[in-house]
C-alpha cells in the first residue's frame, strides 16, 4: 500500500475512534458522531478508489467516486457490508444512500445552514407540523441511516486493508 493510501486510511480511522468516543457519552449534545463517520466514508472512498485505479479526484460527489471503483470491488464492500447487520441494515440502493450522506457533508454539516431561509418561528412550525404527522422518517429533512453507514465503512475498511 503506498504511503498516501495509508494516511488517508489513518486518517478515517482516527475520524471512526473519536466518533465511537462521542458516541459512547452521555452528554454529547450534536450529530458529530455521525458526521465524523461521514467524514471517513469520503476518505476511505477516496483510499479505495486510490488503492484501486491509482487516481483519485477531489470531489465530494460520493456516488461518481463509488461509480470509478472496480466493479468486483464494489462487490466485495456490499459483501461485507451485507454482512455486517443483516436483516437491519438495508444496502439494496447504495447510490441513495451515497447521495443522503452526500448531502449530510455538503449541504447540512452545519445544521444553522440548512434552514437559513426560514426564521426561527418558521423552523420550529415545520418539526412541530413533522411531529404531529407522526414523524414519518421518510420525510425527515436528515436522515442518518446509521446501521448502514455503518455497514459500509466496514465493507471500505476491509477491502482497502486487503487490497493487494
Known sequence: MNDRVLRMVAEAEGRLHDAEL????????SDSQSLLKVLALEVLLKALLLKATGAVQQSHKYVELWAKLPVATRSKVLEVARARY???????????????????????????????????????HLGEDWLARGAPTEEADL??????LS????????????AA
Open 151 to 162: 455497514a459500509l465503512l466496514e465493507g471500505l475498511l476491509q477491502e482497502v486493508r486487503s
Open 143 to 148: 436522515q442518518f441511516f446509521p446501521m448502514e
Open 22 to 29: 462521542i458516541g459512547q457519552s452521555l452528554r454529547s449534545q
Open 86 to 124: 443483516p436483516g437491519h441494515a438495508d444496502l439494496t440502493n447504495v447510490e441513495k444512500l451515497l447521495c443522503v450522506y452526500e448531502f449530510i457533508f455538503t449541504k447540512a454539516r452545519y445544521g444553522y445552514e440548512l434552514y437559513e431561509d426560514m426564521s426561527l418561528e418558521e423552523q420550529a
